[in-house]
């Protein structure tokens, strides 16, 4: 749980209140000036209408230059970022012929795949030529080749289960299977802090939905206890399911779920388990198995196990990993197997590779090479910047770390300082987070070389000064304890 700074807290809701305040007033003397002209909707009442469109409008659009940046080359350790211009006070943005080459620190690519690879790329090209950009079909229809096949071969091994069914994009493995799995009359138990897109699902499901604290398996034992006491509502029957979802590394935190515990619970209170482990598969673990064998957690006792292409492996697409009836029953079922294109051949074959290489069954040892570097990279990381002084989210191994920024001018700001020195990151506001707890969220890859994060080092600890978003006091360097034993002596 993050505690805010009272002073912090206060200054953040000044700020949020001034921009408001000023927003509010000038919307006030545009509806009087619209008064006076007739209106174009003619009877249509507005598409955007509501406190979503005023933060739009009033708010996000003053700094939309610090999102969606277009790069033009591969999301390796460096990237080209394209400048944009704006005439209109940041509500278009033109791209230029310009192009800044920037340290990457936003994009997912923890093993460094997304950029060309000596083993993955040849056999990428090869698929490209045999079996064309796309399927053009569903999966039960003409979209299945071998390659697919293979791949959710691949992924059940490597993940540890008996069977795996894979989908062209990892937000709707989600939202699409959990209504398939549960429906009226079950009862999901959701992480507060669950992606948006487990949210989507668990609300598309019609199940009766209640949250647990973030990572507090004492307050999700709570929650369940008390829900099976009670039952169903209005009948008290009991629940005809019961799953409790969780995800492996929490994507805007960096944190390490407390797998161990919250199966324990479930065990006891009969409860299935279903893991989210798209940022945690491929980047922990010993051998990149996730946070089941980070945690020592054993696969049988995960009931379904959900992850992406996305982050680890350089390509698209999510799976969902089980017992062979569910994965059966799923290929029945589920929309998105039934109706959506099956992913492309060239990235079903990026994603064989990758993990062939994560194996060793490429014949090198590249795989355990850049396990290693990803875990030594992201501790390093994170130390050094908690020795600065910043307010730092998550868990040692985990290659996300949030830098807290609280205050809204802070994230343009520094967003913004970072570009002009090179090094590209990611800020992260509300609706993504809690209205007060804006960040600048890191992501560490195997890709990056010592001298890389040094730069990136020095160019966030300038910022962080600059922007004043250094919350506690910083370690002092081996030089000035040096000297102060000196004078000592």
């Known amino acids: 749980m993050i505690t805010i700074p009272y002073l912090t ?34 009877g249509y009442a507005p598409i955007c209408l509501g406190l979503e469109d005023f933060y739009i409008r009033r708010l996000y659009l003053r700094i939309q230059d610090c999102f969606g940046r277009p790069i033009s080359s591969p999301p390796d350790a460096w990237f080209d970022v394209v400048e944009r211009v704006s005439k209109d006070y940041n509500k278009t943005l033109k791209r230029t012929t310009k192009i800044s080459r920037c340290l990457n620190l936003g994009s997912y690519n923890y093993l460094g795949f997304a950029a060309s690879d000596e083993y993955c790329t040849p056999r990428v090209i090869e698929s490209l030529k045999k079996f064309s950009p796309s399927t053009c079909s569903a999966r039960v229809d003409g979209g299945t080749t071998t390659l697919h096949t293979d791949l959710e ?89 019961i799953i409790v979802i969780v995800e492996g590394i929490y994507s805007m935190e960096g944190e390490l779920c407390k797998l161990p515990e919250i199966v324990a619970i479930c065990k006891k209170y009969k409860a299935y388990v279903y893991l989210d482990e798209a940022h945690s598969i491929g980047a922990v673990g010993k051998t990149g198995r996730g946070v089941c064998e980070l945690l020592g957690v054993d696969t049988a006792d995960v009931d379904v196990m959900m992850g992406t292409f996305t ?50 069954e490429d014949g090198s040892s590249r795989g355990a090479q850049k396990l290693a570097r990803i875990r030594e990279n992201s501790n390093y990381f994170r130390s050094e910047l908690q020795k600065m002084g910043f307010e730092v989210l998550g868990d040692n191994d985990s290659p996300v770390m949030p830098i807290m920024l609280y205050n809204p001018a802070k994230i343009p700001a520094f967003s913004r300082e970072c570009l002009k020195r090179n090094v590209a990151v990611v800020t992260v506001a509300f609706p993504a987070t809690p209205l007060l707890l804006a960040r600048a969220r890191i992501c560490i890859s195997a890709a990056h070389s ?40």
Not at 9 to 23: I, K
């Open 153 to 241: 071969e691949c992924v059940a091994n490597f993940v540890g289960k008996p069977a795996a069914l894979v989908t062209g994009m990892g937000y709707v493995t989600n939202s699409a299977i959990l209504p398939v799995l549960i429906g009226k009359g079950g009862l999901i138990i959701s992480d507060s802090l669950n992606h948006n897109s487990i949210v989507n699902g668990a609300r598309g499901s019609g199940a009766t939905i209640r949250v647990f604290q973030h990572n507090t398996p004492s307050h999700l034992e709570k929650v369940l206890r008390e829900h099976i006491a009670e039952g169903q509502p209005r009948t008290h029957r009991p629940w005809k399911k």
């Open 450 to 489: 010592r001298d890389d994060m040094i730069k990136a080092l020095e160019v966030i600890s300038t910022v962080g000064d600059m922007v004043g978003i250094k919350y506690f006091p910083a370690e002092p360097k081996k030089q000035q304890l040096e000297e102060g034993r000196v004078k000592l002596e």
């Open 311 to 360: 982050k680890s492996f350089g390509s698209c697409g999510g799976y969902i990993a089980g017992s062979k009836e569910l994965i059966q029953y799923l290929r029945y079922t589920c929309p998105a197997h039934l109706y959506a294109t099956s992913i492309s051949p060239p990235a079903a074959q990026q994603i064989i590779s990758s993990i062939k290489v994560i194996l060793g």
């Open 9 to 42: 807290a206060l200054s953040t809701y000044f700020s949020y209140g001034l921009l408001f305040a000023f927003g509010q007033l000038r919307d006030f003397f545009r509806r009087l000036i619209d008064w006076w002209h007739a209106s174009n909707l003619q």
